[in-house]
């Protein structure tokens, strides 16, 4: 788009956007079961992305380990 508007095929990043992006389809959100499956799955993915954040503050927390044999 940028390249566009640059080569002057396009007036400016609206008539740009405008042109090269139509609005094709509009998706709405599933419903029924298929929507408690995404939110199980997404409450599942809360949990592991709060266990990873803990992780890296546990990590975070430790003290560097030295090279084996303790020489820097």
């Known amino acids: 788009m940028l390249g566009a508007v640059a080569g002057g095929v396009h007036a400016n990043l609206h ?4 042109a ?3 609005e094709a ?3 709405e959100p599933a419903a029924g079961d298929l929507a408690q499956v995404h939110q ?3 409450a599942a993915f809360e ?3 709060r266990c990873a954040r803990e ?3 546990t990590d975070l927390a430790r003290p560097a380990s030295t090279p084996q044999g303790g020489a820097l």
Do not use: F, I, K
């Open 15 to 18: 008539a740009g956007m405008d």
């Open 20 to 22: 090269m992006s139509p």
């Open 25 to 27: 389809v509009a998706y």
């Open 40 to 42: 199980q799955r997404y």
């Open 47 to 49: 949990r592991l992305e």
């Open 55 to 57: 992780a890296m503050l």
